[in-house]
Nanobody, 123 residues
């Protein structure tokens, strides 16, 4: 049974930092895409970043490039999203997801999702 469990969300002031974690269990070994997405009420889920689990290559949407960093610890089966210089527009529920290599920014390609963790950034 595949499980993804996010943690690390919270409330911060603009300019602050948070680190999200996503603990993964039951997913296959090998090279996969792990994605970070976010969603606000009434809007579609938005891709934020993704990381390839074997080679560690990372990809970011332009609005977070240079502020957010995705990483992974394969020994702990955990991926992270370090978020710096947070802005009020980063406020959202953040989700991690697991999918086959090449899933990239496409929501429908991801097979498994966590329950989400709320990030709130105040001005």
């Amino acid at each position: 049974q595949v499980q993804l469990v996010e943690s690390g969300g919270g409330s911060v002031q603009a300019g602050g930092s948070l680190r999200l974690s996503c603990a993964v269990s039951g997913y296959t070994d090998g090279d996969n895409d792990m994605g970070w997405f976010r969603q606000t009420p009434g809007k579609e889920r938005e891709w934020v970043a993704s990381i390839r689990t074997r080679e560690g290559a990372t990809y970011y949407t332009s609005s977070v490039e240079g502020r957010f960093t995705a990483s992974r610890d394969n020994a702990k089966n955990t991926i992270y999203l370090q978020m710096n210089r947070l802005k009020p527009e980063d406020t959202a529920m953040y989700f991690c997801a697991a999918g086959p290599l090449g899933s990239g920014s496409t929501v429908a390609m991801y097979d498994y999702w966590g329950q989400g963790t709320q990030v709130t950034v105040s001005s």
